[in-house]
């Protein structure tokens, strides 16, 4: 059974980069047909996607994150990660790391990890 785990600290100051990795245990990442993504929840509002990679390292970002956005994998590791560097309170959110069939929203083939807090904050 496919399981995904994030990673990564709790808490951030501004501007500088959140790094965020995705374990997935129980099925290679490296499989073609899924999008690896990562998606956000700002306290008190709505699921934000952020972006995400495909097997062959094919990469889409938000528009409104983009030019602060990098996803990539570690395939010797299993692992897919986020960076997303200038951060500011407003990126303070759950972040989740999924397996999704496709993006954008959430369907019932989807694996999610359980979420990580990121605060960001002097």
């Known amino acids: 059974q496919v399981q995904l785990q994030e990673s990564g600290p709790g808490l951030v100051k501004p501007s500088q980069t959140l790094s965020l990795t995705c374990t997935v245990s129980?099925?290679?990442?490296?499989?073609?047909?899924?999008?690896w993504s990562w998606i956000r929840q700002p306290p008190g509002k709505g699921l934000e996607w952020i972006g995400y990679?495909?097997?062959?390292?094919?990469?889409y970002y938000s528009p409104s994150l983009k030019n602060r956005t990098s996803i990539s994998t570690d395939i010797t590791k299993n692992q897919f990660s986020l960076q997303l560097s200038s951060v500011t309170p407003e990126d303070t959110a759950l972040y989740y790391c999924?397996?999704?069939?496709?993006?954008?929203?959430?369907?019932?083939?989807?694996?999610w990890g359980r979420g990580t807090q990121v605060t960001v904050s002097s």
């Open positions: 999924a397996r999704t069939v496709v993006y954008g929203t959430k369907q019932p083939g989807d694996i």
């Open positions: 990679i495909t097997y062959n390292d094919r990469t």
């Open positions: 129980g099925g290679p990442i490296a499989t073609n047909y899924y999008y």
